[in-house]
């Protein structure tokens, strides 16, 4: 019997963007690790300090509570810097000129590693980690990206004890998403990803069009790229909570959740609304939700704001974000939901597997090359705009509507089983137990 | 007083979102959404004077457009501030929302110890928070330093968290006391001569500070240099072969470093500066060492100097430290790696081909020169252990032994022969071109690869996890021409089994105990040594082969703990 099937394997886990965390980016990993234990493994987490969130860039310890109390979590204090937002640790050189300090930092942080702000936790997390595998010998080293410095925690381990590891990029290192054009630092990445993938047991990608541009920049290294892709989180989205039956005398909710930024088309979104919600009686009383949060850490920015204001009377409401645990809640408040985000080919975007797991009808604006497109197209509720226009939206949202009254009949039904049943082959789960079983086959066998 | 705000009752905390502006409806609704604190919202205004400034509520704004408030006007406002923060009876947690805010804050709480000041709301929130949880002012302000070995002990990995003893300005003492002195197993500071946001950084780790015990007699602690990860592979080594002992390494490097090597302790030398940082340092890994190497002549703690700018490179802060942690009963040696105890005009005694004085090095000779004389300085009269890297430091430290070069185990992965392929792969990877005479190298690897002859690989700030890797896939390494040293990449080289081209003078050679099989190069002869290279593989290739079995002997760590280990028992 090896040694794996007797008690598992020790898996390092490195991501600095772990819980408490809260930008997107923690959910993947904490669904990675959750799927680890489930098969056996005994997880050590490598991530940032608990200052780091508490501090500089804000999380939500409820998130701790998803950790599986197994795991044993390393904490690496990360050197703030340019992010230290005390202005008594502030240098007389940062209060001064913070964008020429700024600048410099910059500069000189990225002479060793090619990754601004991060570049400076890969010293620190190299050591925890080489100390962790003297302490507890590591089987296996599992990183994820971005950031890209745990990479090199991976490739740290990999070369001075010889662990095999396992990379999963969220994102791309190498490119632009959302332009395909290249990083800034590609010169400087490229000899780092193409000595990582030569090395990797696999690398992840999100989705199978960033797969396929790596596997033609790295031909050599295509045999261990794999699409991984994400998927919606049933510790976060209980799909059977949703009531069947609405509270007589309460209004239609059409839900939008995600990000409110500058890329979101808030204000076709609520003309679109204002339209629609003259079209119909039944949405008289409804209100059109927006749940996420609102421009960079929270700040509102003068423009939602004021459409907010504006469209108030229409039954626009702007939620801010809502705590990962409550957003299941969020989910069965609703009665339609509205899927507009901006993307491209290479981009999926997270939200939309928790869109098709709740059964509900989704209204749609999208780019046509968008990637959610791949999961939404067959979806049987999906209402896509016919085309990007606040008639076009106003339109979907009727459809929607339509679908969503015809509910109760009979065709109406299927329809809602054969989406929640669409929506539960998505889950991260149904994504990440096949690619971990498939890496630990290799290392055993 | 120029403003009409009241402060905050005692253990209150207050909360105060301040800018130069007219605040809109959305931040007097946050401000008063929040909980656990009094909220205020103040405007720095100027008067018509140009020159009063006063703090001002929303509800006694005048009406209008305010006069702007600019970077003029921010010594008179970080005064305002200041008078009113100080009547503060307790914490205060400031965000300053715009630059004049910023300015005029960070100037008024040098002198104040109650107050935090964020950069903007959303922190400055957070603070609170953490205040909520139990955090004082100083504790949000000066938190714990980067520890490894508690990082990893506080997941539950490896031997449990303990505690030593950290005393600040206990008792009498004479201004000429260290403002660090390590004990058995405490720690002793005295504040005098320290800033203001030094003497907190230190007052906050008084009383008991937690740290990692090792399980081992003797414990072992080399730093700060690291050159070339030297440091972090000689205190692995000591942990894998020498029985009784363990051994960390503590590197200290300037945030602009090209390489990043392994250590177990890594500090920036601005991390490092701060007087709390190196008294973290002192309880992670001084305090418990019954033996210390100190690198390159250069400081591990500073001692004397509890400045924020204690100069990481400072040979009397060095020898400062050497002398008060032989006082303290802990074995201390010296070791040096290179350039810094390398005197040029030695070197250039020695070889014809010396790098130092010529036409083009002259200012970098003269640099050489003064600071290897402040290490001779700062060195005599030590009469410790002393070590060096390589052989021919010894003509410059003849009292010193010589403490092999450790490489990793992935230098010695099986690989296959060099020189087998049709066209040799030859690279020169120059850490500091000038003392490697990469401008002789370079002309003639350039054009023998132009005419086809090899393949030349010029490889410059390489990443040191991939050198193990890139050096399997060539078959020549031309590691120095002109200095007459035995480097780090030449030890790796042999590892893998590569062919090392280099100047190593005779009596260097000599000073090997088996003879080290590395081809000699000089500027003079690369070209010919290169050609029968070409034209005699086979022989060559039985040469490199050889440098895997020296490595092993020499390099693979198990000489370096016997060495350092029986030093240090000497």
Known sequence: MTRAEERGLHVLYVAWGFAPHQGPGVYRPLATVAELVRQGHRVTVLTADLATFDLV???????????PE?????????APRQRDPLVNRWSAARIADPKVWGAAVNKEQVQAFPEYV??????RAEAAATRIHELDPVDLVIATGNPYVDFSVALRLHVDHGIPYVLDDRD????????????PFAERILPWLEFALSQAVSMWFVNEPIAAWHRQCFPQHADRIRVVENGWDPRFLDVGSRPSRRDPGRGLVYTFVGTVNKDLPLRLLAEAWRLARTRSPLLAGAELRVVGQSGHRDRLTPDPVAIAAEFAADGLVLTGRVPKHRIGQVYADSDVLVFLKEG?????????YEYVATGLPIVSVLEPEHDARRVLSGYPRWHDAVEHSVEGLAQAMLVALDDHESADQEDGAERYAAAVAYGAARSREAALRPALQDVFAGLVS | MTSAVLASDAGEVWLVYLSCRRPEQATVAKVGLVEGARGSILTLVVDQDDSTIRLLEPQDLPPGELTEVGTGHVKQAAVTVGELLAQAAGPVVLAAVDRVAQLASWEAVKELDHVVVASAWDPAVRVLAMMAAGADVQEVLHPPGFSVA??????????AGSQTLVTVDHGPASPDTPWLTVGDQALEVRTHGMSRWGVRAVAVRAGRSRRVIEDAPRQLLLGPANYAGQG??????????APGWTARNMHVVTPSAVLVFGADLPLTSVEWAEPGTRLDLAVELVVGATDIVVEAMRPLLAVRDGSDAANTTDQQRAREDVDALRASGRNVALLFHGSEVRRPRENARLTPWSPFYRQETRALTAALERKTEMVHEALAGFDGPVLVSTPDLLDHVPAAAWLPIVVGPASFLPTPPALTGRRPIVAHAPSSGWLKGSEWVDPVLQRMDREGLLTYRRLQNLPPSMVPSLLREVDVVVDQVVLGNPG??????????RLVLAHLPERVRRRFPDPPPVVEATPATIESVLLSVIENPEHYSQIAARGVGFARKYHDGRMSARILTEALDS
């Open chain 1, 57 to 67: 860039v804000g999380g939500d310890r409820s998130l701790l509570d998803d950790v």
């Open chain 1, 70 to 78: 197994s795991v044993r979590v390393v904490r690496v204090a990360m």
């Open chain 1, 118 to 123: 991060y570049a400076t936790w890969q010293p």
């Open chain 1, 172 to 183: 791309s290192w190498l490119l632009d998403v959302y332009t395909g054009e290249p990083s």
């Open chain 1, 344 to 352: 491209s080919a290479m981009v999926t975007s997270g939200k939309v």
């Open chain 2, 150 to 159: 508690l990082n990893v002990a506080d997941a539950g990995i490896g031997p």
């Open chain 2, 232 to 241: 972090g592979e000689w205190a692995r080594a000591v942990r894998e072969h």
């Open chain 2, 488 to 497: 780090v990449l030449a030890a790796q080289a042999m590892a893998a089994g």
